[in-house]
């Protein structure tokens, strides 16, 4: 087939995962056009069948005080729609992607009978899409879509709570992992870069948003740090850095603590954990824990949203309440044991092996032969 694909370009689950499923379907031999206004951060070098159109947001006009990416998402999409022959425009995150999408099928509708397809990550549903100024349109972009798939079952039931929807008939499909990539290590020269060999290794990773709680991730390093020698890697780079920053200098731990900023080689380093911390007080999913788990990192996070559909608690990892540094602390030193942490690091690995991307890719092929009849 040959599909549209429009994320936000910007390091975060929802662009990651749109990625990762454009890539996975051309090696499957479909043909994939990615719509957004700049690559997405994790399509690099070259892929065959993967093309990327850039929709043009240098369009000034002095009454346009802020300029209508929708409108220009919507035209491009249309464009590309036309000219590549789209079957299917499968779009990531409702706000503005599908209300575009929605233009655009319109735009089309005479010369092309083309499929919208809309995957609710999170954020659009549990915080962005409740906002009085999208809320309406939001909804109708959801009930307006060909087929709408949600990526945890907490997920698909917030949208019904929270939207009504109830025309719409929500497909939960998980998010997924790419083995070939991360896969575990137990080569002492994956961690040689982070610590020495008696420092055990937490690692965190994120577009550091307030709904991240990474300033917690730095409150229970500082109390394991109390306990045995250990380092602290954090990865991504997004509004509450300087908060967190600013934590560990107070805690006094910085020394120990390594922000790397938006690394391109996630993989790689969470072959290098010992443990991941996910203390986040919203997460539909939890995409950063499960490629963690599939690298053989256990992990701690917060009992919340969709994440104990990836996490089983006390089997991969330990769920605490949010916001509950000290429980945190606690479980990290438990999942730490040698005995404990070999349990847990298996159990991890086989649980990664459920959101293989080759079990859960074809479940979106079979969404868009049901859309477009084939
Ligand atoms: O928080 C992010 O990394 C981005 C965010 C989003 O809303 O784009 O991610 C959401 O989608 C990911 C991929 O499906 C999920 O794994 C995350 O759990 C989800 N984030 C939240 O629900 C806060």
């Known amino acids: ?52 159109h850039e929709v043009d947001v240098s369009g000034t006009y002095p009454l346009l005080e802020y300029f209508p990416y929708s409108l220009a998402l919507a035209v491009t999409q249309e464009e590309v729609a036309l000219r590549e022959e789209l079957d299917i425009l499968h779009v990531h995150y409702a706000v503005p992607h599908a209300t575009a999408a929605f233009l655009a099928r319109e735009m089309v509708r005479e010369h092309r009978d083309l499929q919208v397809v809309t995957t609710l990550h999170g954020t659009d549903i549990t915080l962005v899409g409740r906002e009085r100024s999208f809320f309406t349109v939001t909804k109708f972009s959801i009930e307006r879509s060909d087929a709408v798939t949600a990526v945890s079952e907490y997920l698909r039931e917030e949208t019904y709570s929270a939207f009504g929807c109830q025309t719409c008939d929500i497909d939960v499909i998980p998010n997924f992992v790419n083995l070939d990539e991360y896969f575990p290590s137990d080569d002492p020269q994956c961690r040689a870069a982070f610590a020495p060999a008696d420092t055990k290794v937490l690692m965190h990773v994120s577009n550091f948003r307030e709904v991240k709680r990474v300033p917690d991730v730095v409150r229970m390093f500082a109390k394991v740090r109390e306990r045995i020698p250990a380092v602290l890697v954090l990865i991504g780079d997004g509004p509450e850095r300087q908060a967190t920053e600013a934590e560990a200098e107070q805690l006094g731990v910085s020394e120990h603590v390594q922000f790397l900023g938006k690394a391109d080689a996630v993989a790689q380093c969470l072959r290098a954990a010992d443990l991941f911390v996910l203390p986040s007080s919203s997460e539909s999913f939890g995409l950063s824990a499960l490629e963690a788990m599939a690298c053989g990192a256990p992990v701690v996070a917060s009992r919340v949203g969709g994440i104990h559909e990836v996490v089983v608690d006390g089997e991969t990892g330990t769920l605490v309440p949010v916001g509950d540094v000290d429980a945190m602390a606690e479980a990290a030193m438990e999942l730490l044991a040698p005995a404990r942490w070999a349990e847990a690091r298996a159990a991890a690995v086989a649980r990664s092996h459920d959101f293989a991307a080759e079990r859960i890719v074809p479940q979106y092929e079979e969404v868009y032969d049901r859309v477009t009849g084939r």
């Open 1 to 52: 087939m040959r599909i549209g694909i429009t994320c936000y370009p910007t390091y975060g689950g929802s662009g990651a995962v749109a990625t990762e499923l454009g890539l996975a379907l051309a090696r499957r031999g479909h043909e994939i056009h990615f719509i957004s206004y700049a690559s997405p951060f994790r399509l690099r070098g070259f892929s065959e069948r993967v093309y990327f």
